[in-house]
Structures are given as C-alpha cells and as structure tokens.
C-alpha cells in the first residue's frame, strides 16, 4: 500500500511555470513506476508523463513534450512534475499515480496500469 500526496498546484499566467511535487509513504517508493494524469472539466482523463522507477527511463504526453519534465528522488519518495510555457489548455487537476513493477525499466502511460493514485493538485493557467 502506497499513499500519494500531491501539492504545489495553483494559479499561474499563461508563459508560466510551476512544479508538481507528489510525496509517496508506505511501501518502498523505488518499486514503484510512476505517473503523472490530468483531467479538465468536461474531459476525460488523460496521460501526461511517466518515470520509470530507476528515473532512467521517462515518457511524454505528445502535447507535453519539451514543456514538461517529470523526475524522482527516491531518497525523498517524491516524484516531480516541471511545467514551463504552460498554457490554458493545462488548466486540470492533475494527478500522480504509483504502479508496482519489478522492472526498474519500466514506464506505464495508461491509468489502468497504475495500482495507487493521489488525491489531485488543481493547476489553472490563465490567459
């Protein structure tokens, strides 16, 4: 069992960035790969980014791609998401999500691979 906390979400001007922080406890958070989901209103969830559990292997989101970056300190069982030249469009909730995996390889971009899911972090870029 694994709880995540998101935080860090907020208001920001379009061109702006921000930083998504996600704190995992309880199990040991290097099992873990790990994801980064957003849903706008009206709109289906949707994939942003992920990270293996090693770090050494990430995935973007087309639309995401040399605007975001997402990392991890597994010293610190917090998984990051960097935002630049963010745009309306951004404007979600955004969710981090752990999946159990034995490959340190491993990257998962669909929600039904993930087994543990935060409680979401509201990002509003204005225009």
């Known amino acids: 069992q694994v709880q995540l906390v998101e935080s860090g979400g907020g208001l920001v001007q379009a061109g702006g960035s921000l930083r998504l922080s996600c704190a995992a406890s309880g199990r040991t958070f290097s099992s873990y790969a790990m994801g980064w989901f957003r849903q706008a209103p009206g709109k289906e969830r949707e994939f942003v980014a992920a990270i293996s559990w090693s770090g050494g292997n990430t995935y973007y989101a087309h639309s995401m791609k040399g605007r975001f970056t997402i990392s991890r300190d597994n010293a610190k069982n917090t998984v990051y998401l960097q935002m630049n030249s963010l745009k309306p469009e951004d404007t979600a909730v955004y969710y981090c999500?752990?999946?159990?995996?034995?490959?340190?390889?491993?990257?998962?971009?669909?929600?039904?691979?993930?087994?543990?899911w935060g409680q979401g972090t509201q990002v509003t870029v204005s225009s």
């Open positions: 999500a752990a999946g159990v995996t034995s490959d340190s390889r491993s990257v998962y971009y669909t929600g039904d691979e993930y087994d543990y």
